[in-house]
């Protein structure tokens, strides 16, 4: 952990040793390389938290070849720190030693390097992403670098998916394209990333964001389960991760250090970049206004293939009149669009049933139970519809069977391409998504036309499926990647979140895409209503399996319920000089399913009215949160009470000064001695406003809500915190109250002061729920 001697000694050192070793094997006659341990101290505003930090660390290393003198850099990027109580063997552990490896293979090699590579090994990402905005804002290379390969990890290992790239690069994309043996990468995982479909961030943010550098984002996502716990090892880390990522970060990187756009990378912004792997495959890459014209095209030709094909029924002999045709596939666009929204509806509603009934996450380890409940649903919707349709109608019209099957599918594909139009006006670059559907479906009518013109049958059955193959691999790729993403993550996104509509969201959007071009096949057996009711009947009974053990979404280990546990001791300081103490377990639940303990661990915890009570007198309930995040979670924390924990650093506020300024303002400078994580609450009371602090002026000048979150971190160092505020009061209250002034301390790596009850209490909790566990200290001012 950023701060702990481990990280700021013991692992430095060994970073040091391990790229002494790499320098002392090097061909030193052929490159330079510089080594800089880098301790930085700066302070900026993210996720609703006005931060500070004094004396991180990072280790830097700059390899250039003797024979170039070029001074624009390529940035590598992984982080060494870790979270609590996490070996971190996935977590960044994987990337930092495909850093060094890529490092010791670069040193050793004859190849042309064109542009230094500068290697950060991060040390405090885990702690807001500390470690690069020190050394984007300060280190003496950091104005060379001029493109980025961030490393990073949202599992244990496995494939690493490329999530972001640029912003309004292109070519990076496209060097990506040209050289990973293995690609892995999606434009629709970008958008829901930056959309904060995630519960997480990378360092790509800071660099992009303070320091202007485009840049590649990628991130080892398998095993999620494990993510940010003490089973992040090494023994859980996805065979073959190490060999796997290497051989597609080194030619990677020897591509972009060579690459001529590193010279001038302004003269090549030209927009966002669409791209996605072809189940691994290969990878298609082009810019944004390329994507519109292709989307365009493709749902054009859609649309001209669709009205040549129910033309030809026209001419049918055995077919309707013309007339008849005609309306019959109009009758049919408006059955299948209403099929589309049902199956949408009832699949979406399933999941709000699930969450309402408390059965959320029945899926979170064992992923098939998604099936039935989801896509059981959705196919049954698809299918039982046009169905119906088909009977009642079937005696009625002369219109073969297939005709009308074919019917039904052209009708799907108009409606994919209208949305495919439609996101495409939006600027929604995951329109491709359906685009590769329509592209299939359109090239499988036009062979289809061919046929029926040149050989007088259309083999329609043969061709078609023929057609779908790939899009329903290519659909089923990305759903399954999409779970295994997905799922795990949903297990840490907060309290208030909607899982089961989140999965039942991403599973209709990538069904969509090929059920209704696969499922109307099934008109052709002999009673499809049976095979479409029994979709139905499946859900049922997956519904019923959820209330069962088999439902039950938490495994030993494997896939644990999440929770923080802080014993706190908290005093709050009244007017008067008096004050009052007391102290227990603050529990903030990370999932959805906040009842589990009730009957067991929970059971001697405080009702909700006595929440409620604490959030009205005091900011933030007088929780210790420790995260921008824990503020929308508050509302479910807990609160047991219990015997004071051991602080072996109490909170030591002492107020320097108090000046009475022009313009009805008072100024307050404090000094402030406490552990290494201090969270600060400043929260104006009535008529009263922050003008001006010591602090970022994001949110005085963004004008955000108070209470305003201050987080400050040290490292390694006694030097207290200095600070000020400035007040602005109404004319006659020259002598205040003017604010509430919250300082909460985080000990988060000194398990040895842990209390024999906070040891017994923490025992209480099930093997299948894993604890994130600390202590800390609060203290409530009114000043």
């Not at 552990?675 to 003008?691: A, F, G």
């Not at 300082?743 to 790596?749: I, K, L, P």
Request: aromatic letters at 14%.
């Amino acid at each position: 952990m950023s701060g702990s001697i481990n990280n700021e000694v013991h692992t430095i050192n060994f970073l040091l040793r391990e790229i002494q070793k790499i320098k002392d094997e090097a061909r030193l006659d052929l490159y330079d390389i510089e080594v800089d341990t880098q301790y930085s101290s700066g302070a900026f505003h993210l996720w609703g938290m006005t931060i500070s930090y004094t004396n991180l660390s990072n280790v830097v290393v700059k390899i250039s070849q003797k024979s170039s003198d070029n001074e624009n850099y390529l940035l590598v990027n992984s982080h060494y720190d870790s979270e609590v109580q996490t070996p971190a063997a996935g977590d960044d552990g994987v990337m930092v030693v495909v850093m060094l490896e890529t490092l010791r293979v670069i040193s050793r090699s004859e190849r042309r390097l064109t542009h230094p590579v500068v290697f950060l090994f991060n040390g405090a990402e885990e702690a807001c992403m500390l470690g690069s905005h020190g050394f984007i804002t300060q280190h003496k290379w950091s104005k060379n670098c001029k493109a980025l390969v961030n490393l990073d990890s949202t599992g244990a290992g496995g494939r690493e998916v490329l999530f972001q790239t640029g912003p309004n690069h292109p070519w990076l994309a496209k060097y990506y394209q040209a050289s990973v043996p293995h690609p892995y990468a999606q434009t629709l995982a970008e958008e829901l990333f930056q959309h904060n479909f995630i519960p997480s961030d990378t360092d790509f943010r800071i660099f992009r964001d303070y320091g202007g550098v485009p840049g590649l984002d990628m991130a080892s996502v398998m095993n999620g389960y494990v993510y940010h716990t003490e089973f992040d090892n090494f023994k859980n880390v996805e065979y073959g991760t190490y060999q796997s990522t290497g051989e597609n970060v080194l030619p990677l990187i020897w591509a972009l250090a060579n690459a001529p756009e590193l010279d001038n990378t302004t003269a090549y912004e030209k927009g966002h970049t669409v791209y996605y792997d072809f189940l691994g495959w290969f990878m298609m890459t082009y810019t944004e206004s390329v994507s519109i014209a292709i989307n365009v095209v493709v749902s054009v030709a859609a649309f001209i293939c669709i009205g040549t094909s129910v033309y030809i029924m026209t001419l049918d002999n055995g077919a309707d009149a013309p007339k008849a045709v005609v309306l019959r596939f109009a009758i049919i666009f408006l059955v299948q669009a209403g099929t589309l929204f049902v199956a949408c509806g009832l699949t979406l509603l399933v999941a709000v049933f699930m969450q309402g009934v408390g059965l959320a996450e029945s899926w979170y380890y064992g992923k098939w139970m998604a099936f039935g409940l989801y896509f059981c649903t959705l196919f049954f919707a698809f299918g039982i519809l046009p169905a119906t349709y088909i009977g009642f109608t079937k005696r009625k019209t002369n219109m073969k069977l297939d005709q009308t099957i074919a019917c039904f599918m052209h009708a799907q594909c108009i409606l994919l391409a209208l949305l495919c139009i439609i996101m495409t006006i939006m600027g929604i670059r995951s329109s491709y998504f359906p685009m590769v559907g329509i592209f299939f479906y359109a090239i499988s009518v036009l062979v289809q036309i061919v046929l029926k013109l040149t050989l007088k049958k259309s083999y329609f059955v043969t061709v078609h499926l023929l057609f779908q193959v790939l899009p329903f691999f290519f659909y089923t790729y990305i759903c399954y990647a999409t779970l295994v993403t997905f799922v795990p993550m949903e297990g840490r996104d907060g309290p208030e979140s909607s899982p089961d509509i989140m999965i039942s969201v991403f599973i209709i959007a990538t069904a969509i895409n090929y059920a209704g071009f696969v499922i109307p096949i099934m008109h052709k057996f002999r009673k499809p209503k049976i095979i479409f009711s029994s979709f139905g009947v499946i859900t049922i009974i997956f519904i019923i399996l959820a209330c069962t053990s088999a439902g039950f979404p938490f495994v030993k280990q494997l896939a644990p319920q999440r929770y923080y546990v802080l014993h706190t001791q908290r005093t709050f300081h009244n007017l008067d000089g008096t004050s009052k103490q007391d102290s227990g377990y603050y529990i903030q639940p990370v999932d959805t399913r906040l009842h589990e303990l009730d009957d067991t661990t929970f059971k001697n915890a405080e009702p909700e009215s006595w929440t409620a009570a604490t959030c009205a007198a005091e900011p933030y309930c007088g929780l210790p949160l420790y995260s921008g995040r824990w503020i929308e979670w508050k509302d479910s924390a807990r609160w047991i009470y219990s015997s004071p924990p051991v602080i072996p650093m109490n909170i030591n506020l002492t107020q320097l000064s108090k000046q009475s300024l022009d313009g009805n303002k008072v100024r307050y400078e404090y000094n402030l001695r406490a552990s290494d994580r201090v969270m600060m609450y400043i929260d104006p009371l009535d008529n009263v406003k922050v003008t001006d602090w010591s602090f970022d002026h994001t949110p005085l000048v963004e004008k955000h809500t108070p209470p305003y979150l201050i987080y400050a971190i040290y490292s390694q160092t006694e030097e207290p915190l200095n600070f000020w505020v400035e007040l602005e009061h109404e004319e006659g209250n020259t002598d205040g109250p003017y604010m509430k002034l919250v300082v909460s301390e985080h000990f988060q790596y000194h398990p040895e002061y842990y209390t024999e009850e906070y040891k017994e209490f923490l025992a209480t909790f099930p093997d299948w729920t894993y604890t994130t566990d600390w202590f800390s200290a609060l203290e409530s001012w009114i000043v």
